[in-house]
């Protein structure tokens, strides 16, 4: 039986979705009605979506019978994730070409990668980057000939920025299709170790260099638990993956064989069974729900407190921090995977993978079971994984192309309970993110990540307005002491949530020597969040008059994540005669502000992730 919590957090989530959540369908339900929309093109529009096309595939289109498919694709050649994705659209192509099928690339977004940005003025423009993914995604779909949609993305801002603005034209069917994790590489325990010594100065950049080269080396997402492979996670607990899907190496016979099965599937829907479940069928209330659980119980990025609200947002469904804190409070974290532990997502697949994980929060009441999804009606088809076919009753589907797959049932037990665990016996009771509450506002922590010893600190704060800031004041040799470190200033309106990564191995060396640290900000500090205990996403920011503005050098911070507290230890009395030294005149501003200045005046992070681009989304 499903969770009581499980079921009161969603029908609160329904209730309040109401208005929101009828408008969207109602707009679906009418795009579903219209008539097949090349049939009412006029030859000249219809001319255009040809005018490249082979003869063979003019023919199609002009004939109007068969499925046009549409390919939104992030590929580039920098971005190790996305790299693979070079090679999609022809394998994608090959297989509609035996269904009479045709396949055009509708457009293609921009895949910035946070790793190459940290620290630097472009990672300003990340989180924006979202909602010009999601924007380009909708302009892509715009032309409106197409009868089902393959969202090519992997990496941070990629996937939500696709899901939002496939969601615009929900009434089509849409499949995500991953790439898969790079090999393992460099342990991670190692890489953080190296990334220490390099911040106390024991190493040199030719160590660092050389380690980090180990660790990020050859094409796929990176290995660690951050955004990238909780994105991945997500689709598949949500049913937009083929089950099984997500975490398959690159360039392996069964990663293409799911791409080319995951082709299959849409075709076999669209023109045999005639039963293609649309977006907007897919992603309800119980499948954000669904999402938010495999969130908290494989204590994933961060980011998505911020692109899951976002997310349902776009499918007219209104999610709270406060529903995420509410469940986490009852879902046990499952996994110990990096940050959260020492392994990487390969040995997470090898102990079991996605497949167990399912089972498990599907046998405990955990998540809905009766879900649409891209395969069926049901989310007991995701306790399966895939199987290369290799039986000799069974045709290959040519001797060059993608072999032939079957699923399974995932393994009984974990193979290794220091990665993956059953539901009887969990890492811990409750989820890997914790939302804060106090006098400060709201924020968020990744408490799977720390410590059960490093996560009260009361200290004085170090106040500054950038990472670079505090990265001086290490240097200096002014943080021997137990102090939490406030980074101001670095909101969506002012800075555009950068990511904070490079404080990482700073604070973590501070904790290592026995001090009690902690960070809060009204910035990000990524899905990579480390070992040490960071108030994150802090609203109302800075530049918003929030609270944190209002922190000097020195004014004591409790940060109790237990208790879900945060707490400026300053009168109210004292806090209204600092009142007046809080005016924009005084705040400190990114170097993008400029060039996105209309865009932030949109943006706030009182919005908890919703688009910015808002008002052109259902």
Not at 4 to 20: D, F, H, P
Not at 172 to 193: D, H, Q, T, W, Y
Not at 236 to 263: C, K, Q, V
Request: charged share 20%.
């Amino acid at each position: 039986m499903l969770h009581r919590r499980i079921k009161e957090v969603t029908e609160r989530v329904v209730n309040a979705s109401k208005v929101t959540r009828t408008a969207y369908l109602e707009r679906m339900s009418h795009a579903k009605t219209q008539t097949r929309v090349r049939t009412g093109l006029g030859c000249g529009n219809l001319a255009h979506v040809m005018a490249a096309c082979s003869p063979g595939e003019k023919d199609l289109l002009k004939d109007d019978v068969q499925p046009n498919l549409a390919i939104i694709n992030s590929y580039n050649d920098m971005l190790s994730a996305h790299v693979p994705y070079k090679d999609y659209p022809d394998l994608i192509k090959s297989v509609a070409n035996k269904y009479n099928a045709t396949v055009q690339v509708a457009g293609g977004v921009p895949a910035m990668c946070d790793g190459v940005t940290q620290g630097r003025d472009g990672m300003e423009l990340s989180l924006f980057s979202r909602d010009v993914i999601a924007m380009s995604t909708a302009i892509s779909l715009s032309h409106d000939v197409f009868d089902g949609v393959f969202c090519l993305g992997v990496c941070d801002k990629i996937v939500p920025g696709l899901l939002i603005g496939a969601l615009s034209f929900g009434h089509l069917p849409v499949i995500f299709m991953p790439a898969g994790p790079m090999a393992s590489g460099l342990a991670n325990k190692e890489k953080a170790r190296v990334r220490q010594q390099f911040a106390q100065g024991k190493i040199g950049r030719e160590e660092l260099l050389e380690a980090e080269s180990a660790s990020y080396h050859s094409a796929g997402t990176c290995t660690f638990f951050g955004t990238a492979n909780s994105n991945q996670m997500l689709m598949e607990i949500m049913g937009l993956h083929l089950p099984g899907s997500s975490f398959i190496n690159p360039y392996t016979e069964l990663r293409d064989g799911l791409t080319a099965n995951a082709t299959e599937t849409m075709l076999q829907q669209l023109i045999e069974t005639k039963d293609a479940n649309s977006l907007s069928d897919v992603v309800s209330e119980k499948t954000i729900i669904n999402g938010l659980v495999g969130l908290l119980a494989t204590g994933g990025s961060t980011n998505h407190a911020i692109h899951l609200v976002a997310i349902a947002k776009a499918a007219g469904i209104e999610l709270t921090w406060k529903d995420m804190a509410d469940l986490s409070e009852v879902v046990p974290l499952l996994t110990r995977i990096y940050p959260n532990g020492h392994a990487d997502v390969n040995h997470f697949q090898a102990a079991g993978g996605m497949g167990f994980l399912i089972r498990e929060l599907l046998s405990a009441g955990m998540l809905h079971e009766n879900v649409k999804t891209i395969v069926g009606d049901s989310l007991n088809d995701y306790a399966k994984e895939p199987r290369i076919v290799n039986n000799a009753n069974v045709i290959i589907t040519d001797s060059t192309g993608p072999v032939k797959i079957d699923w399974v049932d995932c393994v009984e037990k974990s193979l290794d309970e220091e990665v993956l665990r059953p539901y009887t016996d969990a890492f811990s009771p409750q989820g890997g993110l914790q939302l804060l509450k106090g006098n400060l506002g709201d924020s968020v922590i990744k408490v799977s990540a720390v410590a059960a010893e490093h996560q009260v600190v009361t200290a004085p704060a170090k106040v500054f307005n950038s990472q670079v800031g505090l990265q001086q004041a290490f240097s200096n040799g002014e943080l021997e002491t137990d102090f939490i470190a406030v980074i101001k200033e670095q909101g969506p309106k002012a800075k555009g949530m950068p990511e904070l990564h490079k404080l990482t191995p700073i604070m973590a060396s501070q904790q290592d020597k026995g001090f009690k640290v902690a960070i809060v900000t009204d910035g990000r500090m990524s899905g990579a969040s480390g070992k040490v205990p960071a108030a994150i996403h802090l609203a109302p920011e800075a530049i918003e008059g929030g609270m944190i503005a209002k922190i000097r050098e020195g004014d004591i911070i409790s940060l109790n994540a237990p208790n879900g507290e945060l707490v400026l230890h300053v009168s109210d009395e004292e806090l209204a005669n600092r009142e007046h030294e809080i005016s924009e005149q005084t705040l400190t501003f990114g170097t993008g502000r400029e060039l996105f200045e209309g865009l932030r005046q949109t943006v706030s992070s009182a919005d908890l992730g919703a688009s910015a681009f808002g008002s052109i989304y259902p």
